[in-house]
């Protein structure tokens, strides 16, 4: 009975803590036009990143050149990052002002390379090769919050195709080559991201039926868990390109890791509590009256999980681009089964088709869409975007807030009472609690001082909202649970 107390008193708190949010959709606009032969990464890559909205980075490649696209000033610019020869799967990653940029550059004879920028793209600096020379592909790099940077890639031989992962950190790598897949299988198309010291990593392992595979590390990726005995899942006959997120709940301490990949021309998605040991059931989020590949999937810490991919009509070709179209769908509640909207914005179809979509997560709360389209009677290859945006606001108007207000709140979640302490003291603040609605059920006027003491009275347990005012301002707008 208490542990079925606790499922819906989580479930409670994760209903009201996406009450009223909204995810609003821009319309699409263009970034560029390039060259017909101008590629994006699709596989299980990032393709935008940056600090904010009017500060941001693309990356689009063509066989002999990668080029950054710089949003700055609210205009793009394009700047020449690489040339070569034979580039393939161009993809970024963005920590402390400073781009980061990995590529394939080979077909038999190929290697793993990366680059980074301190300045905005305009000057690059290489470090060693981050592969040895043979049968590499499918590149994907993470920059973690502490400045390690992670790559995966997988290499092939006459006999397997393994997984590989390295780190580097401060000038130099700090681990050589780490085969994560099973060395007899066929390991490919990996895709790894990092936070902090936890690194995760997914792939798909051939021959059929294909299995998606997951390893996880705690300490940086200088050593690695014990492969599961079992795929995430045994349930479908096909599966490939996995694309993995994160996200934390802090009301419910809960570690979200969100699985995407395609099989059986389907979106499927899964999720994980425990950093991987169980996953749920495949859910299929994508339209079931098309036909859908390359999922891209990015997330926040306030709920809303976002899919980006590729589809087209039943019927239609794999290599019919003017057919194909963007497909995106959304949960505002971490992803939960039967949260997803269902072909939200699919449709950009413009005659010339929508292909490669990458879903890419500048901030909390601003993601971008990214695709190319083929214009063939100019003989172009246009780039679009279109910005989605999450809204998270509740039932209590939206305020800026005082960044200086430091209120503590212990312990929270509580059942009978909490101490609430403030590093700046309270004169004549009144204290307002809101209900999950909207509605005011408790108030507490003339506060002065540091600390004050909340006591649960005869309030029913769930999820709160506290607001502090203090001569006309808002100086504090807190989340409070209550407990039985």
Same mark, same amino acid.
Request: glycine share 6%.
């Given at each position: ?257 969100? +699985?995407?990949? =395609? ?5 499927? %998605?899964?999720? !994980? /509590?425990?950093? #991987? $040991?169980?996953? @749920? ?36 070709? +794999?290599?019919? =681009? ?5 497909? %995106?769908?959304? !949960? /505002?509640?971490? #992803? $939960?089964?039967? @949260? ?145």
């Amino acid at each position: 009975m208490k542990a079925l107390l606790t499922s819906l008193f989580v479930l409670t708190v994760l209903l009201a803590y996406n009450l009223q949010a909204q995810v609003l959709i821009n319309t699409v606009s263009p970034v560029a036009n390039e060259k017909i032969n101008t590629q994006f990464c699709f596989n299980n890559t990032k393709l935008m990143a940056g600090n904010s909205v009017s500060d941001r980075y693309l990356v689009y490649y063509n066989s002999d050149t990668i080029f950054l696209n710089v949003h700055q000033s609210g205009i793009w610019i394009r700047k020449t990052a690489y040339t070569g020869n034979n580039i393939n799967s161009a993809t970024l990653t963005f920590h402390n002002d400073t781009i980061w940029l990995c590529w394939k550059e080979g077909v038999i004879s190929a290697q793993i390379k990366a680059i980074f920028s301190n300045d905005t793209g305009n000057t690059w600096t290489s470090i060693p090769p981050v592969s040895s020379i043979g049968k590499v592909a499918a590149p994907s790099i993470y920059a973690s919050s502490n400045g390690k940077i992670h790559f995966v890639w997988h290499i092939e031989s006459s006999t397997d195709t393994t997984v590989f992962h390295r780190v580097f950190h401060n000038g130099t790598f700090l681990t050589s080559a780490y085969p994560l897949s099973n060395l007899t299988g066929q390991g490919q198309w990996p895709s790894v991201i990092s936070i902090g010291d936890t690194v995760l990593c997914a792939w798909k392992e051939a021959p059929l039926p294909t299995k998606v595979w997951y390893r996880s590390s705690f300490t940086g990726g200088t050593s690695w868990n014990p492969i599961s005995s079992l795929p995430t899942t045994t349930l479908l006959s096909t599966s490939k390109d996995p694309n993995l997120a994160y996200a934390y709940d802090s009301i419910s301490n809960t570690h979200f890791v969100y +699985l995407a990949f =395609d099989g059986q021309n389907k979106i499927y %998605f899964q999720r !994980s /509590t425990d950093f #991987g $040991n169980t996953w @749920t059931v495949p859910d299929t989020i994508s339209n079931l009256n098309k036909l859908s590949q390359f999922a891209h999937i990015e997330c926040n810490n306030k709920g809303f999980v976002g899919i980006a991919y590729e589809q087209r009509p039943i019927g239609s070709s +794999l290599f019919d =681009d003017t057919k194909k179209d963007v497909g %995106f769908t959304y !949960s /505002t509640n971490w #992803g $939960n089964v039967g @949260t997803f909207s269902v072909d939200t914005l699919a449709y950009t179809h413009n005659g010339f088709g929508s292909v490669y979509p990458g879903f890419n997560k500048i901030d909390e709360n601003n993601f971008y869409l990214a695709w190319l389209t083929k214009d063939t009677v100019n003989n172009k290859m246009k780039v679009f975007e279109r910005l989605i945006h999450f809204n998270s606001a509740t039932g209590i108007n939206n305020y800026t807030l005082n960044a200086n207000s430091n209120v503590y709140i212990f312990p929270n979640p509580f059942s009978d009472q909490a101490t609430l302490h403030t590093d700046n003291p309270f004169r004549n603040a009144t204290l307002l609690i809101y209900n999950i609605y909207g509605q005011a059920v408790k108030q507490i006027n003339n506060i002065s001082g540091q600390t004050i003491t909340l006591r649960s009275d005869n309030l029913p347990s769930g999820l709160y909202f506290l607001q502090i005012t203090q001569g006309n301002q808002v100086i504090s707008l807190e989340k409070l649970v209550i407990t039985d």
